[in-house]
């Protein structure tokens, strides 16, 4: 979440991280940008960015990853961002964001392929070119196989918080996160977590939803909680579209995908386990989400808000695309090379991808009485037809509504409760009270 957002936590709102399918998009500071010395572009939002210094390439294979095909974009290209392009990017960067904490935030396919060094120079060159008085706090997106004492060491006295990916219990996870030969990697990704918890890095698990786990959330959820300990947990859905060129097109999905039924499922099963036992103590993505849009509060995240175009992507080699979801040649900007970030990311291009989210919203959508927490979800996944035929309804919709609506109760009680200066992890008292036997498992 981000300051001024509402959240079940306790503590200063948390860091985002990347993820591997969705992201969580800071939300837009307003305000001047300044360029450089002489240049600013004064009442322009401010906007985040996913660093991929290694473009697509990754170690691992995971058979729903939507980025692999991206490799076919730079035939020929050696996928690794030069230091040059480094200096580059963390200039702009910088130059382009307000506030006290700014994040950067890193991606991949799989970041740390480029080494630890690479990231030594990152860090070191990003302090050196901060505005006095801003901390710079890193993001890392990672599948953590190559983690070791080393990495982790450097991520604790480096501010990084590291999203990690486990799928669930070991079937669920090694169903499709498997490497380059096919094999499993649940027992590489679970030491990564133990050497990142033994360092103490603050860690976020992402775990997707897809047909393997979906049927199991309470499974999903109590490993999560009990085995690897997560306390920031995101729920990912997989909506991976069937054609040979990995764009978003068409509107047929794979068989590993998540149906909206399941997801909504999945999730209504996930929350009936964390609002009797979790509130205040495991931190769910989605929940922190829909509580923020029962208290008329800014989500601080692109998928729920009512229009995006906030979260850019920026390839290896300076290309900047409109969202990571879209790294395509029709979504890409420019490169950060010939013309500043900045500039790129407040053009008119991407004012209009980022409207369109809105201004592409069907009917039923409009009419809904969850509209004010789905927001019609992520364009990406807006390709199925409304009951009366209208082209542009998000794939998942029976699952947002499903849940939005399921929450609908609780999430008034925990509105109230805040109304009243009284912390949302009473809502579990009372629920307890009406079922005595059902103890924490
Ligand atoms: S398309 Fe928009 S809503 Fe979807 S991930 Fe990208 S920025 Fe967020
Ligand atoms: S629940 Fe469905 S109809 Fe309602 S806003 Fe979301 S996508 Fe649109």
Redesign the pocket.
């Known amino acids: 979440m981000v300051a001024g957002t509402v959240s079940f936590r306790d503590r200063a709102p948390s860091r985002s991280t990347a993820t591997d399918a ?2 969580r ?1 800071l939300e837009p500071e307003r305000g001047r940008i300044k360029l450089s010395k002489n240049m600013s572009l004064t009442g322009r939002s401010a906007f985040h960015l996913l660093a991929k210094p290694t473009g697509a390439i990754c170690n691992l294979n995971c058979r729903y990853c939507f980025f692999l095909s991206k490799e076919d974009l730079y035939p020929g290209s050696s996928f690794r961002m030069s230091d040059e392009l480094l200096e580059t990017y963390l200039a702009q960067y910088l130059d382009s964001q307000m506030g006290p904490e700014i994040n950067i935030a890193w991606q991949g396919g799989e970041p740390t392929l480029m080494g630890l060094d690479f990231f030594r120079r990152a860090a070191s060159r990003a302090n050196a070119l901060k505005r006095q008085g801003t901390r710079v706090l890193h993001t890392m997106q990672t599948n953590g196989v190559l983690l070791d004492d080393e990495w982790c060491t450097f991520f604790a006295e480096n501010d990084f918080l590291v999203g990690l990916s486990i799928d669930g219990p070991r079937e669920m996870h090694d169903a499709y996160r498997v490497d380059k030969g096919d094999k499993p990697t649940f027992d590489k990704v679970m030491r990564g977590l133990s050497l990142l918890q033994k360092h103490r890095v603050e860690v976020n698990v992402l775990t997707t939803v897809h047909a393997a786990n979906a049927g199991h959330p309470a499974q999903v959820y109590r490993f999560l909680r009990d085995q690897a300990n997560a306390r920031f947990i995101q729920f990912i859905p997989i909506v991976e579209r069937k054609n040979t060129t990995g764009f978003q097109e068409g509107s047929e999905v794979t068989e590993r995908s998540v149906t909206g039924a399941q997801f909504g499922a999945f999730l209504n099963g996930v929350f009936d386990e964390w609002i009797l036992h979790d509130v205040g103590t495991v931190f769910v993505q989605m929940f922190d989400v829909a509580l923020a849009a029962w208290a008329k509060q800014p989500t601080g995240l ?2 729920f ?1 009512e229009t ?4 850019l992507a920026l390839e290896h080699n300076g290309d900047l695309y ?5 790294v395509e040649p029709k979504h890409r900007l420019g490169n950060i090379k010939k013309r500043h970030m900045a500039l790129l990311a407040n053009g008119d291009q991407q004012r209009k ?2 409207r369109h ?1 809105l201004d592409s919203l069907p009917k039923q959508c409009r009419e809904c009485d969850v509209r004010f927490a789905c927001h019609g ?4 996944d807006r390709f199925i037809e409304t009951s009366d035929g209208e082209p542009g309804l998000n794939y998942l919709c029976d699952g947002y509504k499903a849940f939005f609506r399921h929450v609908d109760g609780p999430m008034k009680e925990m509105t109230e409760l805040l109304t009243r200066g009284r912390p949302p992890a009473e809502v579990m008292r009372a629920r307890r009270a009406t079922r005595p036997d059902d103890v924490p498992p």
């Open positions: 969705t992201v998009h692109c998928v808000s995006c175009g906030n979260a409109s969202c990571d979801h879209f991808f980022g989210k979800g992520c364009p990406k």
